[in-house]
Nanobody
Framework: VQLQASGGGLVQAGGSLRLSCAASGLTFSSFHMGWFRQAPGKERAFVAGITWSGRSTDYADSVKGRFTISRDNNKNTVYLQMNILTPEDTAVYSC???????????????????WGQGTQVTVSS
């Protein structure tokens, strides 16, 4: 299984980025997907999640109204559209896959079975 995250970079505060995570080696439509981030000196934190069908999403309070998670099961890809970025959003962003067993979107990283390598997002003030 591979989860390949891309789309990170350096952006000014107020700007936007779109992250992508391409999955291979798994039945993508059988997995809920999540985005997590880890800033220097901080623990990994949940950012957003989406069910296997795309019908349900969940967000951390800190990104609600600014970030949007979506997926394309035909392309085996999950996206994270990030708008109105602030320096506090600076982190390594990773995608993760959680096999659907009827559970809700996982807010804890321990619930996820597979992880991508992460992509750096840096927001300058």
């Amino acid at each position: 299984v591979q989860l390949q995250a891309s789309g990170g970079g350096l952006v000014q505060a107020g700007g936007s980025l779109r992250l992508s995570c391409a999955a291979s080696g798994l039945t993508f439509s059988s997995f809920h997907m999540g985005w997590f981030r880890q800033a220097p000196g901080k623990e990994r934190a949940f950012v957003a999640g989406i069910t296997w069908s795309g019908r349900s999403t969940d967000y951390a309070d800190s990104v609600k109204g600014r970030f949007t998670i979506s997926r394309d099961n035909n392309k085996n890809t999950v996206y994270l559209q990030m708008n109105i970025l602030t320096p506090e959003d600076t982190a390594v962003y990773s995608c993760a896959a959680d096999r659907d067993r009827g559970q809700r979107i996982g807010l804890s990283g321990g619930q996820y079975e597979y992880w991508g390598q992460g992509t750096q997002v840096t927001v300058s003030s």
